[in-house]
């Protein structure tokens, strides 16, 4: 919990912080960006260690993760606060509140979380619901205690991480869904108070150097990031970057947080996201939070039949066998399967 390895000491009361972008510099007792890591007489103290929210067994498929054990729960949890400033924010009573003014979940140590796994009979646990990036060290704690268990875990994360945090985070994870928020800087600059291109740098990581089997979200809100040009270009990035196998799932905005006056997302407008994709080489493309079932299926780039049929979160039929083979043309499907 002490692991010092990403704080640098300023002068002789300020420390940074070197896990995010922000490396945000603290006096003593001050808190970061994150509010979730604090300058504690020198040493920064990660408030939400063991004090995760939210503890629930979810669908894999609700990550969104379509390609790493596809039809499996998970146990999933998250803490509070977050290093980025979201206007859309879909789980902002957890990325906001003061440290001290959330009821956390009474656990004591990492390896709580791996009996509850082994409570609920899974082999799969997601840090999840607000940015695993600010609870590293629990997280990580929490992945070592998993692997001497054979169990798997997961980050939802919005891949906003310093080049120095970067190698250790990802390389205790099994899988990760990163968001992609928009291809523009100005949008993150404006609605995320980031950048972007420390996202593009994580993905380009963890797509080429890890091991980590990862899938890209995008949340389409209208009139901020769902022109043509700009979908054109990310869906072109990542095909030529990361690869066509890499899974990208667009997500329908509902009005939350900052924007609760913004018109939600039209149907016709992650249709059309998808088709782009397609169009631009990348062969496993999805729409989340809408009724469109061709947006729900994994098809074979090979052959084009349907080898993972879902309806909402269910498995209807799977046509895969266990080593991601595609049962018609046997054709190999990307991702992790059992």
Sequence with gaps: MNDQKFSKKIDVDKIQCLVCPRKCILKNQQLGHCQARKNSDGQITPLTYARPCGLSMDPIEKKPLYHFYPGSSILSFGTFGCNLDCHFCQNHHLSNPPPDHYKTTPVTNPTDIIQLAKNYHTKLVAFTYNEPIIFFEFAQSVSRHAKIADIKTVAVSNGYISDEARPGFFSFLDAANIDLKSFSEAFYKQYCNAHLE?????????????????????????????????????????????????????????????????????????????????????????????????????????????????????????????????????????????
């Design 198 to 338: 420390p996202v593009l740098e994580t993905l380009k990581y963890v797509v080429k150097n890890t091991k980590v089997w990862t899938e890209i979200t995008t949340l389409i809100i209208p009139g901020l990031n769902d022109s043509t040009k700009e979908l054109e270009k990310m869906t072109d990035w990542i095909a030529n970057n990361l690869g066509a196998h890499v899974p990208l799932h667009f997500s329908a905005f509902h009005p939350a947080h900052k924007m609760l006056n913004h018109q939600m997302t039209p149907p016709t407008t992650l249709k059309k996201a998808r088709e782009i994709a397609l169009k631009n080489g990348l062969q496993y493309v999805y729409t989340g939070n809408i009724q469109n079932p061709a947006g729900q299926h994994t098809y074979c780039h090979n052959c084009h039949q349907i080898i993972i049929e879902r309806e909402n979160y269910l498995i209807k039929q799977l046509h895969l066998n266990s080593s991601g083979l595609c049962t018609f043309c046997q054709t190999q499907c990307a991702g992790v399967f059992n």
